[in-house]
């Protein structure tokens, strides 16, 4: 199955080990990623605040980007570029004469967005196109002894409008599916749907401390041994702000943080190496102990 890769920005700059594992496990499961290359950032939410025309017509450049690839399926890796893809998109498509303008913009490139494009975070393919079914069988180490806590984040559940969930109403369920495939058990908790606090962290690094240290420390207390999530931008502040959001909070925490193709990597066997579990700030060790792989 092929498809037309925009890995983002943090995948190939602030969390890079999420790069090399998704590209690892698609090569397992036979997806066929084209990269686009010179693709722009998104915006992610904050550009469309002082200007939605233009982070509108830099997606919109993206997709027909795509489109000239011969590819109609966009696969990313990152809940808020899911989130402000599939928001540009609804506009775009909703408004012709919106389009019309955003294409006579791309027209100095020699670009045009058709309009076909569909936009899906790889959770949704993996669910939706490959099948729960056809991925397990490449479950060769299964995760018993692990309880892994799901962070969805929020722009790959709201506004659900843009997000499909009238066509496909269980997506805020599909990490769960995920890590029982994986032979974990998921863990409930009270973030697993709310902001991480990263889009505030410059403007309030106090509450985007406590975002984290309060998620962190919940999941902890439910028994989780790490937490996964589909989003570089929440991998970041979890992972990589827990030491000062623990030191605020007052309580030591020290939850793993794994992007979800690290967890699905796990369970097909592979190293730490090839993972990238080594580049966290908070120590993956004990959950590579209980997944018995070899490092």
């Known amino acids: 199955m092929k498809y037309a890769f925009y890995p983002g920005c943090v995948s190939r700059g602030g969390t890079p080990e999420l790069y090399t594992s998704t590209m690892a496990i698609a090569a397992k499961i036979g997806l066929e990623l084209e990269e686009i290359i010179g693709a722009s950032c998104t915006g992610a939410g ?9 982070g509108d017509t830099l997606n919109a450049r993206t997709f027909a980007m795509a489109e000239r690839m011969g590819l109609t399926t966009i696969l990313n890796i990152c809940s808020t570029c899911q989130g402000v893809m599939s928001q540009a998109n609804q506009r775009l498509l909703a408004d012709p004469e919106y389009l019309k303008e955003v294409n006579e913009i791309l027209a100095e490139e020699g670009l045009e967005y058709q ?3 569909v936009i899906k975070h790889l959770a949704w393919v993996l669910v939706e196109e490959i099948g729960l ?3 397990k069988p490449l479950i060769t180490n299964p995760l018993p002894e692990l309880k892994m806590a799901p962070f969805y984040g929020c722009y790959i559940l709201r ?10 109403p269980t997506r805020d369920q599909y990490l769960e599916m995920l890590i029982e495939l994986c032979g974990a058990e998921p863990v409930n908790f009270a973030g697993r749907n709310k902001c991480c606090g990263f889009p505030i962290l410059l403007i ?7 975002m ?14 790490a937490m996964v999530t589909p989003c570089p931008l929440c991998h970041l502040n979890l992972d990589g702000f827990q030491p000062k959001a623990q030191a605020q909070k007052g309580v030591k925490i020290d939850m793993p943080i794994l992007h979800l193709p690290q967890m699905l990597g796990l369970a097909m066997g592979m190293s730490e190496k ?6 966290h700030i908070v120590s993956t060790k004990r959950v590579l102990e209980k997944a018995s792989v070899r490092v």
């Open 46 to 54: 904050v550009l469309q605040e002082k200007g939605r025309k233009l």
């Open 159 to 168: 506004p659900s409008t843009a997000l499909g969930y009238d066509e496909h």
């Open 274 to 279: 090839e993972l990238g579990l080594q580049r």
């Open 115 to 117: 309009g076909r494009v």
């Open 133 to 135: 079914d056809s991925l």
């Open 212 to 225: 984290v240290g309060n998620h962190t420390h919940d999941a902890k207390e439910a028994g989780a041994d």
């Open 204 to 210: 309030n690094e106090r509450n985007s401390l406590a």
